[in-house]
Nanobody, 116 residues
Framework: QVQLVESGGGLVQPGGSLRLSCAAS????????MRWYRQGPGKERELVAA????????NYVDSVEGRFTISRDNAKNMVYLQMNSLTPEDTAVYYC?????????WGRGTQVTVSS
C-alpha cells in the first residue's frame, strides 16, 4: 500500500523555522522525483520545491528561494523541507508528492500557519 505521510507542520511566528518531513512506503522511493506543494487559503496548489531521485536537480519557486531547502534520504525513504524566515504568506497546507512519468502519489498534507 502506497503511503506518503507528512509531519512537522504547526504554528510558528514570522521569522521562525519549521522542518517538514514526509515518510514514504509501498513503492520504490529511490526511483521517484519528490516534490513539496502547498495550498494557501483561497489559493491554488503550487509547486514549492522539487528534488531528483538521486538528490540532484533541485528547484524552488522564486518566493522560497534562499529560505527553503529540500533534501531526501533514500536509505530512510524520507524527504524533508527545511523552512526558514517564514512569513504569513507561507501559511498553507503542505503536501508531499512522489512522481515518475507513470505514477503520482500524494500525501494528505500538513498545516503550516505563520502568525504572531
Amino acid at each position: 500500500q502506497v503511503q506518503l505521510v507528512e509531519s512537522g507542520g504547526g504554528l510558528v511566528q514570522p521569522g521562525g523555522s519549521l522542518r517538514l518531513s514526509c515518510a514514504a512506503s509501498g513503492f520504490t522511493f529511490s526511483g521517484y522525483r519528490m516534490r513539496w506543494y502547498r495550498q494557501g487559503p483561497g489559493k491554488e496548489r503550487e509547486l514549492v520545491a522539487a528534488i531528483g531521485s538521486a538528490g540532484d536537480k533541485i528547484n524552488y519557486v522564486d518566493s522560497v528561494e534562499g529560505r527553503f531547502t529540500i533534501s531526501r534520504d533514500n536509505a530512510k525513504n524520507m524527504v524533508y523541507l527545511q523552512m526558514n524566515s517564514l512569513t504569513p504568506e507561507d501559511t498553507a497546507v503542505y503536501y508531499c508528492n512522489a512522481v515518475t512519468a507513470f505514477d503520482s502519489y500524494w500525501g494528505r498534507g500538513t498545516q503550516v500557519t505563520v502568525s504572531s
